[in-house]
């Protein structure tokens, strides 16, 4: 499943266009928009595109009042959350993934807890309507979401091209509350009061 969805989604011509749509869809959302503390993971290769996210979080009027976060891999496999002021403070790391600058990594007073985070925006490789969601395989959000708020609201980001009939999930793999392509927003059967206005 993974080479296949993959597959389909490097084919896409206008993934900045898409990635907007998508990002549309999530300004509508109310969860997006009572959010103070938001974890946006920042995109490579065909991924939806999360930089204008990230942009508008950081130069928006509010931002006084929203903290932008952003995971980063530690050396020993688990995620890291940084609190990002600016992307000047970010540079390549694992994989070529955008992280936090060496200097700012031991910086205690930008590190945050993942019981803080209001709002998590996810990356993964295949979606389904119920919520399931299937990553690179190596459960890095796997563990990170195990230890959120019951509070916090978890969104997959995906082209539609991404949607599958069925994810195959373990007992252990907790669903996300919504996935937003450029279709619009489906809501899993765990959330029981989606609001969208």
Request: with cysteine; hydrophobic share 40%.
């Given at each position: 499943?993974?080479?296949?969805?993959?597959?389909?989604?490097?084919?896409?011509?206008?993934?900045?266009?898409?990635?907007?749509?998508?990002?549309?869809?999530?300004?509508?959302?109310?969860?997006?928009?009572?959010?103070?503390?938001?974890?946006?993971?920042?995109?490579?290769?065909?991924?939806?595109?999360?930089?204008?996210?990230?942009?508008?979080?950081?130069?928006?009027?509010?931002?006084?009042?929203?903290?932008?976060?952003?995971?980063?891999?530690?050396?020993?496999?688990?995620?890291?959350?940084?609190?990002?002021?600016?992307?000047?403070?970010?540079?390549?790391?694992?994989?070529?993934?955008?992280?936090?600058?060496?200097?700012?990594?031991?910086?205690?007073?930008?590190?945050?807890?993942?019981?803080?985070?209001?709002?998590?925006?996810?990356?993964?490789?295949?979606?389904?309507?119920?919520?399931?969601?299937?990553g690179q395989g190596k459960a890095f959000y796997d563990r990170l979401l195990s230890k959120i708020s019951p509070q916090t609201k978890t969104v997959g980001l995906a082209f539609s091209c991404q949607m599958v009939p069925s994810v195959p999930c373990a007992e252990h793999d907790r669903p996300v509350?919504?996935?937003?392509?450029?279709?619009?927003?489906?809501?899993?059967?765990?959330?029981?009061?989606?609001?969208?206005?």
């Amino acid at each position: 499943m993974r080479t296949v969805v993959r597959a389909r989604r490097k084919k896409i011509l206008d993934r900045k266009k898409r990635s907007l749509l998508i990002f549309h869809h999530l300004q509508a959302l109310s969860w997006w928009k009572r959010a103070r503390t938001i974890l946006v993971y920042m995109s490579i290769s065909s991924e939806v595109e999360t930089e204008p996210i990230i942009s508008e979080i950081l130069g928006n009027t509010f931002h006084e009042m929203r903290k932008c976060v952003i995971p980063w891999c530690h050396e020993d496999g688990h995620l890291e959350l940084f609190h990002l002021s600016s992307l000047e403070e970010l540079e390549a790391g694992t994989m070529k993934i955008l992280e936090p600058k060496k200097v700012w990594k031991n910086a205690k007073e930008r590190q945050v807890s993942i019981s803080a985070v209001d709002l998590i925006l996810l990356p993964g490789i295949a979606f389904d309507k119920k919520g399931g969601r299937l990553g690179q395989g190596k459960a890095f959000y796997d563990r990170l979401l195990s230890k959120i708020s019951p509070q916090t609201k978890t969104v997959g980001l995906a082209f539609s091209c991404q949607m599958v009939p069925s994810v195959p999930c373990a007992e252990h793999d907790r669903p996300v509350d919504a996935v937003i392509t450029e279709e619009g927003v489906f809501f899993s059967s765990e959330t029981r009061t989606p609001e969208i206005f």
